[in-house]
Every structure is written in C-alpha cells, then in structure tokens.
T-cell receptor
Framework: ETGVTQTPRHLVMGMTNKKSLKCEQH?????MYWYKQSAKKPLELMFV???????ENNSVPSRFSPECPNSSHLFLHLHTLQPEDSALYLC????????????????FGQGTRLTVV | AQKVTQAQTEISVVEKEDVTLDCVYE???????LFWYKQPPSGELVFLIR??????QNEISGRYSWNFQKSTSSFNFTITASQVVDSAVYFC?????????FGAGTTVTVRA
C-alpha cells in the first residue's frame, strides 16, 4: 500500500458511543495531521504530530483524543460526540512539518465520513 | 493570523470552457507558501501546486495555469478547456509555518 489510508471510510455513531478513526501512512513521513471538514467551511486543523509528539492542539474539545503510537499511525479516539461533530475527518502527512521547504507538501487520505446521531 | 478567501462557492461550466478560480489571502508573514488542492468525490485532497512568496513567476502546466499577484494577495488558478473529470472541489491554502490554512473551497462542475 502507498499513500495515506484512513479507516473506516464511513462511521455512524450514537452520542454515547466510543469509536476510533485510524490513519496510516506508508510514505516515511515524520508529521501527521487531523483536519475536520464541515460543509461549506474551510478545513479546520485539529491536531499536529511531529515525530510522534503532539505539536498542536487547535482548541479541540476533549471528546476528541488523538494518539500517535509511531510515525506511521495516527488515531482519533471519539467519545460522547455531538451531532455538530458530524463531518469529514481527514488525515494528512508530510515529510516534516510544513515549513519553508520547497519539497514539502501534505498528502491527504480519503477521509472518514462521520455521522453522529 | 492567516486567512484564505475563496469567494466563489460554486462554478458550473460546459465542457471545453475555461474556468478561473479566485483566491485571496491574508498574512503578516513575508515568507509563506501557497497551495492549490483538488478534492474529487472520492474525498482525498490531491496536491496540485505550491508557490513560495518570493516566486511570482506564473506557470502553465498542461491545462492548468496559475496567476500569483503578490501586490493584490491573490493566487488564482485556471483550468483551460475543462473536462468532466475536472469536476471537484478546489481548495486554496496558505502556510507560513507548519499550519496549512485552507479556504472554504470552490465546487467546480463541468457538464458534458
């Protein structure tokens, strides 16, 4: 497999459920990101990990809990979500954090379409 | 603070027409990168182009071309002779550190 793979592609969960989103990259990248894409809104950066350490938590509610056990895997653990959390959750990776580098861009997975009922 | 504005929410054209997507950005940084990404119905964002703030040379790559105007903080994108496969959501993005700030996207529909 190559690129960035996200599972599941679709998830429907109740507000009291606990679920996890998984992201895996086979690109040898050191940085991984979680983005939230809601309808008609810009993508929102949620979390940034670099070399398995969390670099950024962009004021995300605690009902979203990220985990990066190694540089190839990134999880987003979900619990007691609200209906407004329904969105497309995109994982991305880059060689390193997107700084001023001509050779760095972010590669995205296909996303997990989350519906909270 | 960084901000990316894509004023066009939806554009619909007939195949072979040209499509220009507008992008206006705000940043206080003097060094930054601008990107265009395409999001087809399958969901993943596909990287199209990156430009740094010191490179205002515009470029044509096949049917795609870009117009970077630093004086007006604009980074517009044109698809020439559009095809049905170009139908997607197109995002403009800005980065000056490790954060990619995205616009809200422009949905392009190309009709046969």
């Amino acid at each position: 497999e190559t690129g960035v793979t996200q599972t599941p592609r679709h998830l429907v969960m109740g507000m009291t459920n606990k679920k996890s989103l998984k992201c895996e990259q086979h690109l040898g990248h050191n940085a991984m990101y979680w983005y939230k894409q809601s309808a008609k809104k810009p993508l929102e950066l949620m979390f940034v990990y670099s070399l398995e350490e969390r670099v950024e938590n962009n004021s995300v509610p605690s009902r979203f809990s990220p985990e990066c056990p190694n540089s190839s895997h990134l999880f987003l653990h979900l619990h007691t979500l609200q209906p407004e959390d329904s969105a497309l959750y995109l994982c991305a990776s880059s060689q390193d954090m997107i700084r001023l580098s001509l050779n760095t861009e972010a590669f995205f997975g296909q996303g997990t379409r989350l519906t909270v009922v | 603070a960084q901000k990316v504005t894509q004023a066009q929410t939806e554009i619909s054209v007939v195949e072979k027409e040209d499509v220009t997507l507008d992008c206006v950005y705000e940043t206080r940084d003097t060094t930054y990168y601008l990107f265009w990404y395409k999001q087809p119905p399958s969901g993943e964002l596909v990287f199209l182009i990156r430009r740094n703030s010191f490179d205002e040379q515009n470029e044509i790559s096949g049917r795609y071309s870009w117009n970077f105007q630093k004086s007006t903080s604009s980074f517009n994108f044109t698809i020439t002779a559009s095809q049905v496969v170009d139908s997607a959501v197109y995002f403009c993005a800005l980065s000056s550190d490790y954060k990619l700030s995205f616009g809200a996207g422009t949905t392009v529909t190309v009709r046969a």
